[in-house]
């Protein structure tokens, strides 16, 4: 067996560039995957402070309006494609074989394919900016008709769109896969880390919902170019079916994102709690419902489009539901803290600055399910608050507190612990100055999507700037411990976290090999 | 290269996935080009599927040569299993997508444009019905009939899933020529619903003057059907090449996912159609 | 050490940030309602809000008390439970009813808001890229409405106003007390017709019709905003509503009759070149400024320039079908026969052609406006 590893590296596995670009390595792949998505934060970040730097005082001072809103489009569509689903994806990779006791993915090489899908779909994104007319100024939802007025821009923004699709499903048809078939004996479905849970459920939404957003999509493009009409009156069609069709995915999608980072913080907190996740059961329950839940609910998006009333009514009901299983999952985690031996190490501030925050984005999601109030917070800076709430307060964070708690699994060394410490101060402190001050905003009615705003709202647009480069200059921060880890970072413990207990830290060596489990281990 | 030493066979670095990339991007980038009429779009397009075409054929050539060395064992079979069931699931949901905006617009949409205030004040005149095209398109046309080319197609492509059984069954009792000869029969059927369906666009387009641009119905009854369509074309070529490797003497009685998997997509590609043809075509 | 110190001073300076919200005139909250319906919403949100906030600091109160008595250094072991039936069941079925407790006015406040029956009066409100369209269904009144405020205070070379950005050339007139049915389309793409204080939200779709209503309790001015993304000047088409009395109302719209705006011409008349540039000029700010800018420059490639323009310099006939027909080529430049009255296109040509640095001298009479339309 070793004589043929031996052989193997020397000859079949290239060096350099070629390793990455080749590679079948779940790691290598997880790796790939974790620095794109840091890349294209980087990037739709820089959009964002090119949005609050314009949004800094009233008047257009840096940007024309057109400009202001490829930037908005840009900004969501990356941060949510580029940045944070990659991110997941980027954990999925390097976890789940190990925490099901796995050697690889399912189908490493469709898996190298998946990542490497990213790379042509960001570069059309990005290049769209630079083609006649620019990119796309329609919203991340990419509404029609406005999409029809559009030039070259939105088409590349489509394509990208596809092939973004293409590449998340075929990783979480690897990932169901991976997760159905390839457990170590023993590891039986209610034995699974919850992370893997978290993953397999999420992998049924992509793959339920991605191929709706390339219908959509898809019909955007007949439109523009094939004389079509499936959102436009004059020949039958409605703009609003667009609406139904993207939210379709759309809704689903925001969990696509919640659940993984759910999955996450389920990992972090017994760990640093040195106490088993409370409910374990019900966990995986209330996850189930709220995929399931997730796919009922899509209209909350359009309650001001003048659907028939009880319409409105029943997905108001409905998405009001989405609480109780939402609710069900923060009261496990305080019960999982509640009488622990805790500890507050950088993963477990993240966990904790996650489940408080995260909740504060979930109650300003159900302000937003009641109806008549949604008329009124519709489309203004509000609604923008509520989802930076759950998605960079609960996403970002769970993924930061994902990236230094495994870090050392990783890499085999330690990430400065203070260092660390400061970016959870500096990122909590100017996360809330940049969008707890965007509920007042929204509240007094401005509008989400402007370059320009009356006077009344300067004085909180103004905060609201200064602590998106404060939050943004602490991702810097980020960055150097990051390298500062990978390049002189102390060894790590093979276990540096008491009360961590699944299969990557009791039966793997730290940093975990690059063959994960040559034999599968035995769960008992 | 290796093997696991509990059997499951992890595939050594490979460059076919970077050619997919590549081929994709240039076809993306390619067709907007062309769309917008710019310089150099058909060309990057067709350097684009080139680059797919090659890379379809040389991943799919290593699987093959992986499978019929006996790299793959029970497990691997499994996974193709699950990979291949939720890929058809997939496309289950694009199709979902199309069909949806069909019921919308059928249900919803055009009576809401014949109805109270908007017909009122918008479009007076207009009247609810499906077949629709619309209220602001005057050019008139004819909806395609159910019980013409639509039926025989139907009935084809319901015998195709039979043929095709009839082939599974007789590989696993290891009936050779039976297999070849049902396999191609299928390959026929599926050909010949091609080109009635080819005919029936050429009959629409010419004869009823039902376009892509004759609102909902033309919308819907092209988008739906032509994605069909190429499905069945896929489907077709995926049976083609199953064809050949069974000339050659691949797959085993007990063994032979290739063949399940494509006899799979078959099936699919079947009720899809089942669903078109009652929805679009006859109702 | 160094690290508690800065968040206390972090935490310290937040402190002092919020109390100084709370104790200067800022909007906090939703603004105060001037409809029946809208004051329901407003005590919605505020039930909303009390009962999220109570279960925020029941849930975080544990939390908190945890991390401070379960932690670590002070010694505490940790348990080892990890389920329990009854408390799983109790969190899962109180929210339940939490929720039903909120169902029930949310409901309520929800069918009063679309009951859209009986109405005093109706007003069609067409959105376009970038402006309102009022139409009086009853009245017969019907009339445009754009952005007020001017370029320069936009482009910071002049001082901005009180009501910088929400200013029109033409309010909304609407009497107090009556019942105001709005029905809502638009031309080319989705807008929403926004005004916070009235509680009306309500998306405009091109080819359809959709409505809402409102019923204001006190005259006064009511400022929104357009609230769908709708292109380039999505931010720049404001709506302001004129809630007066019945009275001044009925005065507001005999006056809007007798005028009859910009519409009437003296056909037996021809129009001088200067009298036609003056009164473009106003059509031009009002209708083609967002695209083809103040000075004509446009916005190349996507607006043309018409300074110098191969259409607004070529032959006049050209000209007037581009304004009437709008292009073929792109939508955006859309066909303004449907909005403008003979004589302001007629107004609106000779402007470009004599003004925004060309001056062709030739002029486009009423007449021949009437006469392109057949
Ligand atoms: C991670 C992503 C994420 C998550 C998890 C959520 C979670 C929720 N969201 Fe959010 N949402 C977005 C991302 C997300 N959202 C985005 C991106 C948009 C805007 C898109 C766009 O237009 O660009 C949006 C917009 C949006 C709207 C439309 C607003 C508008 O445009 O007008 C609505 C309306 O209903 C809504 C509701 C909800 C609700 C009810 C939840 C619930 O899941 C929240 C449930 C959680 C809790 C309630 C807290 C914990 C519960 C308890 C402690 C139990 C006890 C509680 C009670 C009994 C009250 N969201
Ligand atoms: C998970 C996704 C995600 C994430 C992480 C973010 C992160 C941020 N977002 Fe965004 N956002 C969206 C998803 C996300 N957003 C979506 C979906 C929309 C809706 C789009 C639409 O309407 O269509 C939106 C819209 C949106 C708006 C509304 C725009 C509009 O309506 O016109 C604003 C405005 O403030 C905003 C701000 C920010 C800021 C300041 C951050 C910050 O957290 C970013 C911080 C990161 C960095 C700044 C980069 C790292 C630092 C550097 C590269 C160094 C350089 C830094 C300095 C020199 C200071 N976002
Ligand atoms: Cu009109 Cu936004
Ligand atoms: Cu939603």
Not at chain 1, 210 to 221: E, I, R
């Amino acid at each position: 067996m070793e004589a043929v590893h031996e052989h193997d590296h020397s000859h079949d596995h290239p060096t350099g560039l070629m390793r990455w670009v080749t590679t079948t390595n779940h790691k290598d792949i997880g790796t790939m995957y974790l620095w794109f998505s840091f890349a294209m934060f980087m990037v739709g970040g820089v959009m964002a402070l090119i949005i609050r730097t314009e949004l800094f005082q009233p008047g257009l001072q840096v940007v024309q309006p057109e400009f202001f809103n490829q930037m908005t489009t840009l900004h969501g569509l990356i941060m949510v494609f580029g940045a944070i689903m990659p991110a997941f994806v980027g954990f999925a990779n390097w976890q789940i074989p190990m925490m099901i006791g796995a050697p690889d993915m399912a189908f490493p090489r469709m898996n190298n394919w998946s990542f490497w899908l990213l790379p042509p779909a960001g570069t059309l994104l990005v290049l769209s900016m630079f083609v006649p007319g620019g990119s796309a100024g329609v919203g991340w939802t990419m509404y029609a008709p406005l999409t029809v007025q559009q030039g070259m821009g939105m088409d590349l923004v489509i394509f990208a769109v596809h092939i973004l699709g293409m590449s998340s499903i075929m990783g979480s048809i690897n990932i169901v896969t991976t997760i159905l078939n390839l457990r170590a004996p023993g590891m039986t479905m209610m034995k699974m880390p919850l992370f893997v849970w978290t993953w397999l459920i999420t992998a049924y939404l992509l793959i339920a919902a991605m191929p709706v957003l390339a219908g959509a999509v898809t019909m955007t493009l007949t439109d523009r170019h094939f004389g079509t009409h499936f959102f436009n009156a004059a020949g039958g069609g409605d703009p609003v079916l667009f609406q139904h069709i993207f939210w379709f995915f759309g809704h689903p999608e925001v969990y696509i994102i919640a659940i993984p980072a759910f999955g996450v913080i389920s990992q972090v907190i017994p760990a640093f709690s040195r106490k088993p996740l409370f409910g374990y059961a019900s966990m995986v329950y209330a996850t189930a419902s709220i995929a399931i839940l997730s796919f009922l609910v899509w209209a909350h998006h359009m309650y001001t489009v003048g659907m028939p009333v009880e319409a409105q009514l029943y997905y108001m009901f409905a998405t009001m539901l989405i609480a109780v299983p939402t609710g069900v999952k923060v009261f496990n985690w305080v019960a999982t803290m509640w009488k622990g031996s805790m500890t507050f190490e950088t993963p477990m501030l993240f966990a904790i600055g996650f489940l408080f925050l995260f909740t504060l984005g979930g109650f300003t999601g159900l302000v937003l399910a009641l109806t008549p109030v949604d008329v009124q917070l519709h489309d203004t800076y509000y609604v923008v608050a509520h989802f930076h709430y759950v998605m960079v307060a609960g996403a970002l964070f769970s993924a930061f507190a994902g990236v230094y708690f495994w870090l050392p699994k990783w890499i085999g060394k330690m990430y400065d612990e203070t260092l660390g410490k400061w970016h959870f101060w500096l990122s909590i402190i100017f996360f809330n100055l940049t969008f707890f001050v965007q509920h007042f905003l929204g509240l007094a009615g401005m509008p989400r999507r402007i370059p320009d705003y009356s006077l009344q709202f300067a004085d909180f647009n103004m905060i609201s700037s200064i602590g998106a480069f404060g939050f943004g200059l602490s991702q810097l921060l980020f960055l150097y411990i990051l390298i500062k880890a990978i390049r002189s970072g102390e060894k790590a413990p093979e276990k540096p976290w008491d009360g961590a207990d699944t299969l990557e830290w009791t039966h793997l060596p730290t940093p975990a090999p690059y063959h994960s489990f040559e034999t599968p281990p035995t769960v008992k | 290269m290796s093997t696991q030493p509990g059997g499951y066979y992890l595939p050594s670095p490979s460059h076919w996935p970077i050619f997919g990339s590549i081929a994709l991007f240039l076809m993306a980038f390619g067709g907007v080009l062309m769309m917008n009429g710019a310089g150099g779009g058909t060309a990057t397009l067709v350097v684009g599927v080139l680059v797919m075409i090659y890379m379809l054929v040389g991943w799919f050539g290593t699987v093959i040569g992986e499978s019929e060395s006996g790299k793959y064992n029970k497990q691997v079979d499994v996974s193709f299993r699950w990979g291949m069931s939720w890929f058809i699931f997939s496309e289950v949901m694009f199709f979902a997508a199309f069909f949806g905006a069909l019921f919308y617009m059928r249900v919803l949409s055009v009576p809401w444009l014949a109805d109270a205030d908007t017909a009122a004040l918008l479009w007076p005149g207009f009247t609810a019905e499906w077949p629709a095209s619309g209220p602001a398109i005057a050019e008139q046309f004819t909806p395609m009939g159910a019980w013409g080319l639509p039926a025989i197609n139907t009935a084809i492509l319901l015998t195709s899933g039979v043929t095709i059984t009839i082939a599974h069954w007789a590989l696993k009792e290891n009936k050779r020529s039976t297999l070849n000869w049902f396999m191609f029969l299928t390959i026929a059927l599926g050909l010949t619903f091609i080109a009635v369906q080819a005919y029936e666009y050429g009959h629409a387009y010419k004869d009823l003057n039902l376009t892509l641009e004759s609102g909902a119905y033309g919308a819907t009854f092209f988008m739906l059907t032509g994605f069909h369509g190429f499905h069945v074309t896929v489907g077709t070529i995926m049976l083609i090449v199953i064809w050949l490797r069974c000339l050659k003497g691949h797959f085993k009685p007990e063994n032979h996912f290739g063949f399940e998997g494509v006899a799979w997509y078959w099936h699919f590609v079947d009720v899809v159609w089942l669903g078109l043809f009652v929805f679009v075509y006859w109702l | 050490m160094r690290l508690k110190a800065f968040s206390r001073l972090l935490f310290l300076a937040t402190a002092m940030l919020m109390a100084g919200l709370a104790s200067a005139e800022y909007q906090l909250n939703l603004k105060p309602a001037k409809t029946a319906l809208g004051e329901a919403v407003y005590d919605l949100h505020t039930l909303v809000m009390i009962i999220i906030t109570v279960i925020f600091i029941g849930v975080f109160g544990f939390m908190f008390y945890a991390i401070f008595k379960h932690r670590k250094s002070v010694g505490h072991q940790a348990a080892h439970f990890h389920e329990n039936t009854t408390v799983e069941i109790v969190w899962t079925v109180i929210p339940v009813f939490i929720l039903i407790g909120l169902a029930w006015p949310a409901t309520k406040a929800l069918l009063e808001m679309r009951d859209t029956s009986a109405p005093d009066m109706t007003i069609k409100v067409t959105g376009y890229q970038w402006k309102w369209g009022y139409e009086y269904l009853d009245d017969d009144v019907k009339f445009y409405s754009s952005l007020a405020t001017p370029r320069d205070q936009i482009q910071g070379d002049a001082e901005k106003g009180e009501h910088y950005l929400l200013e029109v050339d033409k309010p909304l007139v609407v009497p107090v007390g009556k019942k105001v049915r709005i029905l809502t389309t638009a031309n080319d793409v989705l807008h929403a017709w926004y005004v916070p204080e009235l509680a009306v939200k309500q998306d405009a779709i091109p080819g359809f019709i959709r409505d809402t209503w409102f019923q204001a309790e006190e005259t006064g001015t009511f400022r929104g905003q357009c609230a769908e993304l709708c292109g380039k000047e999505h931010g720049f088409m404001p709506i302001v509503v004129n809630v007066v009395s019945e009275d001044d109302y009925k005065i507001w719209v005999a006056e809007q009759k007798s005028a009859g705006g910009a519409a009437a011409y003296d056909p037996g008349k021809t129009y001088s070149v200067a009298e036609l540039t003056s009164a473009g000029e106003a059509v031009y700010k009002a209708h083609c400024v967002a695209c083809h800018q103040p000075n004509g420059s446009g916005m190349p490639p996507t607006f043309p320039a018409l300074t110098g323009g191969m259409i607004s310099t070529g032959p006049i006939a050209n000209h007037l079908d581009i304004v009437l027909n709008g292009s073929k080529k792109n939508p955006m430049m859309a066909a303004f026969g449907a909005q403008l009255s003979d004589m302001e296109i007629a107004a609106v040509v000779t402007y470009e052609r004599n003004a925004l640095g060309n001056s062709l001298g030739d002029s486009l009479q009423p007449g021949e406006v009437a006469a392109a339309r057949k």
